[in-house]
């Protein structure tokens, strides 16, 4: 039995965690910790969580845990996922693993370390419809791959409490959402892109409501990412990939489970298909558990997980904003 205990009274944990773990039988969630113990009682007792911890450390401290979810803001996913792992607990952290590539690297350093686990939570990664665009384009379905272009972008309202506008708490549209874009292409290509050139529309001082990049990846292969929160933006989810056989589309990678649609066109002829799962969440949890059980081999965190916060550095940098320091 695999003891959770949940770092923060996030929205995500209802959605990405909570009720994907009463569906298993191999683990379940012992307490909650947040910074304010009153809201940290409610959302125990709304969601049948067993105990509430005074703080942080505490429940990190425990020694009835064997996996700490931390699903605070960028801000505090170095210090504490480090403590975690110092106090013998695998961890699952939330994107984006951190404030910059430094602290990515601390924690890293730090996983390798202890010798326990640390695992970004990119949940696209574990589905069967990212799975599938994967071998499509590693078994030649279009040929050699030739060119990308991937975006992420939903309208995230303005408000002086919303993480995602607070540069302290490492907001942005590309820290929030860009992220995933960035890992799809990495994980595409299966290689490391250069920044060619980054252009960023700034909301709150700091924060970037629009970022847009053009990369390169090895082979003189070109790549287009796209993210942006700004008012008015419609929900968009896709990746597009050239090869010199067809053209592979894929729609709603990040959420596949609501709907998706991929397609393949080689000249005239177009197939047209959808890939079934569950959610996206429980195949993460199923991953987690298997890696703890040594079952698998993590697919995100670790060296994955430096080098996307390190391109992420250089996209802000290439276009006029500092990375997010503490």
């Not at 067993?50 to 942080?56: A, C, G, L, Q, R």
């Not at 972008?153 to 995602?164: D, G, K, N, T």
């Amino acid at each position: 039995m695999i003891r959770i205990g949940i770092l923060g009274a996030a929205k995500i944990a209802p959605k990405a965690l909570i009720p994907q773990v009463k569906r298993r039988d191999d683990c379940a969630i012992v307490a909650i910790a947040a910074r304010d113990l009153a809201k940290a009682r409610a959302y125990a007792d709304a969601h049948a969580i067993p105990e509430v911890v005074e703080s942080y450390e505490a429940l990190i401290a425990r020694p009835d845990l064997d996996l700490i979810y931390n699903a605070l803001p960028p801000s505090r996913h170095a210090d504490l996922s480090i403590a975690a792992l110092e106090a013998g607990k695998h961890v699952l952290c939330e994107k984006p693993f951190a404030m910059n590539a430094g602290e990515a690297r601390a924690m890293a350093g730090a996983a390798r370390r202890t010798g326990n686990h640390l695992i970004e939570a990119f949940h696209y990664r574990f589905h069967p419809m990212f799975l599938d665009i994967l071998e499509k384009v590693r078994g030649g379905a279009i040929g050699q791959l030739c060119a990308m272009k991937a975006e992420f972008s939903v309208r995230i309202p303005y408000s002086a409490e919303e993480l995602r506008h607070r540069p302290d708490l490492g907001g942005g549209a590309l820290m929030d959402l860009g992220c995933y874009p960035l890992h799809w292409l990495r994980t595409i290509a299966g290689s490391e892109p250069r920044v060619v050139s980054a252009r960023i529309e700034e909301g709150t001082p700091g924060v970037d409501l629009l970022t847009e990049a053009e990369l390169e990846f090895p082979g003189g292969i070109p790549a287009r990412l796209r993210t942006c929160m700004k008012p008015g933006q419609t929900y968009k989810a896709l990746i597009a990939l050239k090869g010199s056989e067809g053209v592979l589309r894929a729609v709603n990678p990040i959420h596949p489970s609501f709907g998706n649609a991929l397609s393949i066109q080689k000249g005239e002829e177009i197939i047209r298909y959808s890939v079934d799962g569950a959610t996206t969440y429980d195949y993460q949890l199923a991953h987690v558990i298997d890696v703890i059980a040594g079952r698998a081999t993590p697919l995100t965190g670790g060296e994955d997980a430096v080098a996307n916060m390190a391109m992420m550095d250089a996209i802000y940098e290439a276009g006029g904003l500092k990375p997010r320091r503490m």
